[in-house]
């Protein structure tokens, strides 16, 4: 049976200055639940999670990473720059995470 996880939520932009800089929203915790349950049938390499995200008028694909226990959505730079999304911004965004 093959199930989906598909939300939409509202987060705040976050800017992550390591070796290699992003940004990032934080999938929220009652949703990492449910993607828990099926990260055993769909994780990959790190415990990654294969999503389709959407943002005002842009939609793609990505994965998002696991991170503090949580779950975070890397915000692609083509997208931010096309939807005018900053650092400390809260966006809404719609998350579907396939069960396989």
């Known amino acids: 049976m093959e199930e989906t996880?598909?939300?939409?939520?509202?987060?705040?932009?976050?800017?992550?200055?390591?070796?290699?800089?992003?940004?990032?929203?934080?999938v929220p915790e009652d949703?990492?639940?449910?993607?828990?349950?099926?990260?055993?049938?769909?994780?990959?390499?790190?415990?990654?999670i294969p999503a389709t995200v959407t943002v005002g008028e842009s939609t793609w694909t990505t994965s998002l990473f696991p991170k503090d226990g949580s779950y975070v959505v890397p915000l692609k730079t083509q997208m931010r720059r096309r939807e005018r999304i900053e650092d400390g911004q809260m966006i809404s965004l719609a998350l579907a995470v396939p069960g396989s």
């Open 5 to 26: 996880v598909e939300a939409t939520f509202t987060a705040e932009v976050w800017y992550w200055r390591g070796p290699a800089p992003w940004y990032f929203v934080t």
């Open 31 to 48: 949703v990492c639940l449910d993607i828990q349950e099926l990260s055993g049938r769909v994780s990959y390499g790190w415990g990654m």
